[in-house]
């Protein structure tokens, strides 16, 4: 990865037939962080739609930069410095200078996007946004971290600059955006149960024996479908993260220490650096094994299942689920999400689908900066 512009290639794509010019048109310089598996695909996509988005919308992204944790690479949507050499190799991280880049003399619409899985990133969201920065992001770390940052990030984003975080909670499914809108109108939250881990999903419909479970855990790996440390995905880590933004999205000040989770990651495997993790993979073999067996002896399935409730309640675990269970027919990366609430009381509002991958979850967060861009007045 040497320049932005090979990070953001061309991409083919169709075009509408033409339709009404834009009355508003809006220009948003957008800077990304984290060119990683989502934060790659999300840059193609960007790229792909920037025309269409002009013509059809009046919005005008501007690419304006790509940071790494170690490279970052700004001037990339700017045709003439594109041409340069210069200004297209990299230079050192600073996420400091990276953000005053993108926002400019705070006259234009401005945009960070996080796909890293660093803390230290989402430190930053709170000044971000107080300098009149939007801030979306996949990222759970700062909604589920500590309750003190994200009331901060909170009292920021009430100022102007927006924050959306749709992807953190199952991918490119709308299950933060339900939520908001059953609370926005008024409907309370009871309790909400589902399968939130796509990799778990995706692990657990595939391992039947045939091949070991550490073998299915590498092609989830390779998938995109784990986090960029597949323990945080074993721990059940990640799903209480999920757990506890959708209870802090309900005005349930949870922290993770009130999740009880059940990890699969065995505990001499918890503290070793990650590559050695991958390298010892196969000692998960035998106790995922002995879990199979069980299952298969009650003629049941196993499922990777979460709930919360409103005394606070929180766990995540493996279990055993008969066939007659609706969890139990679930495909692939296939995550559920099962509202109960006062309206919903007796028959569940349900969200589901795929609930991993670099693709949708791009498409996600790409969502989320259109519905800040649409509330944009126009500006040059
Ligand atoms: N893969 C998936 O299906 C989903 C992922 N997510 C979230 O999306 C985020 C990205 O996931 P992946 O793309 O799979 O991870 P990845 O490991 O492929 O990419 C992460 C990127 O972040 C960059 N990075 C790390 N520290 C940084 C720093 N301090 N400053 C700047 N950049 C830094 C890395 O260089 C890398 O390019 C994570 O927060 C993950 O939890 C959310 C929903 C689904
Ligand atoms: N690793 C996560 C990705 C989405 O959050 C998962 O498997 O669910």
Not at 40 to 48: D, E, F, G, I, K
Not at 122 to 146: D, E, F, I, Q
Not at 285 to 304: K, N, S
């Amino acid at each position: 990865m040497e320049s932005c512009a090979s990070l953001i290639a061309e991409q083919p794509h169709r075009l509408p037939p033409l339709q009404a010019a834009t009355s508003r048109r809006r220009t948003l310089a957008v800077g990304l962080i984290g060119p990683g598996r989502v934060g790659s695909v999300l840059l193609a996509q960007l790229r792909a739609a920037q025309e269409r988005l002009l013509r059809d919308a009046g919005l005008e992204l501007k690419l304006c930069g790509v940071a790494a944790s170690r490279r970052m690479w700004l001037d990339c949507d700017d045709p003439e410095l594109n041409a340069q050499h210069d200004a297209q190799t990299w230079r050192p991280t600073d996420l400091e200078q990276f953000a005053a880049y993108v926002r400019g003399d705070g006259q234009r619409h401005a945009m960070l996007i996080d796909c890293s899985a660093n803390d230290a990133v989402a430190s930053n969201y709170p000044y971000w946004l107080a300098a009149g920065v939007h801030v979306v992001t996949p990222n759970k770390l700062a909604n589920s971290g500590p309750l003190s940052r994200w009331q901060a990030i909170l009292a920021a984003s009430q100022h102007g600059a927006r924050f959306r975080y749709e992807a953190t909670v199952c991918a490119g499914l709308p299950v933060v955006q339900t939520l908001r809108d059953l609370l926005d109108t008024g409907d309370q939250l009871l309790s909400v149960e589902g399968m939130f881990s796509g990799t778990l999903a995706w692990l657990c419909c595939h391992y039947d024996g045939k091949r070991p479970f550490s073998a299915l855990v590498r092609e989830a790996h390779a998938l995109g479908y784990t986090e960029p440390d597949p323990r945080e995905d074993l721990s059940g880590i990640d799903v209480a993260r999920k757990l506890v933004i959708l209870a802090r999205e309900a005005g349930w000040p949870m922290s993770l220490h009130d999740v009880a989770v059940e990890s699969l990651v065995p505990p001499t495997l918890v503290h070793v650096p990650l590559d050695e993790f991958m390298a010892r993979l196969d000692e998960l073999d035998a106790p995922m094994a002995a879990r199979l067996a069980e299952a298969q002896a009650e003629r049941g399935v196993l499922r990777h299942v979460a709930s919360l409730d409103h005394n606070g309640r929180a766990q995540v675990r493996l279990q055993v689920l008969q066939a007659s269970h609706p969890f139990a027919h679930t495909r692939l990366t296939d995550n559920i999400v099962q509202f109960r609430t006062q309206r919903y009381r007796d028959n569940p509002l349900l969200v589901q689908g795929p609930g991993a991958g670099p693709e949708v979850t791009a498409a996600g967060v790409f969502a989320d900066l259109l519905r800040i861009a649409e509330s944009l007045e126009a500006r040059a």
